[in-house]
Nanobody, 119 residues
Framework: VQLQASGGGLVQPGGSLRLSCAAS????????MGWYRQAPGKQRELVAG???????NYADSVNGRFTISRDNAKNTVYLQMNSLEPEDTAVYYC??????????????WGQGTQVTVSS
C-alpha cells in the first residue's frame, strides 16, 4: 500500500492551495483519512480528518479556512486550503487507516509535500 501526496508549493499570504493524496495497492477498506503537518522545530500535528461516512474534524487554527474531502471511489483525500497564512508553512503529510486484502489494519503515511506561505 502506498500514499502519494501532491499539490504543495509556494503561495502568497491570502492565497489558496489544494493538496491531494491517493492511496493505492492491495486495499480492502479505508476508514479514517487525514492531513497532518510539521513545521521546522515543531511536532507533527493533526490538521484535519475525515471518516469514510464523511464526518470531519479540524484543528482550531485552520477551522473555517481549510476543507477536507474525499473520493472513496478513487481512494483519495483532498485538502483545500484558503486564506493561507505564513504560520501554515510546513510539510504536509496524509495518513490513512487501511485494511489490506489479507485483513491487516495499519496506518499508512504519504511522503509529505512542502507548503510555503510567503510574500
Amino acid at each position: 500500500v502506498q500514499l502519494q501526496a501532491s499539490g504543495g508549493g509556494l503561495v502568497q499570504p491570502g492565497g489558496s492551495l489544494r493538496l491531494s493524496c491517493a492511496a493505492s495497492g492491495t486495499i480492502s477498506v479505508i476508514t479514517n483519512m487525514g492531513w497532518y503537518r510539521q513545521a521546522p522545530g515543531k511536532q507533527r500535528e493533526l490538521v484535519a480528518g475525515i471518516e469514510s461516512g464523511g464526518s470531519t474534524n479540524y484543528a482550531d487554527s485552520v477551522n473555517g479556512r481549510f476543507t477536507i474531502s474525499r473520493d472513496n471511489a478513487k481512494n483519495t483525500v483532498y485538502l483545500q486550503m484558503n486564506s493561507l497564512e505564513p504560520e501554515d508553512t510546513a510539510v504536509y503529510y496524509c495518513k490513512a487507516f487501511i485494511r489490506t486484502r489479507v485483513g491487516r489494519w495499519s496506518d499508512y503515511w504519504g511522503q509529505g509535500t512542502q507548503v510555503t506561505v510567503s510574500s
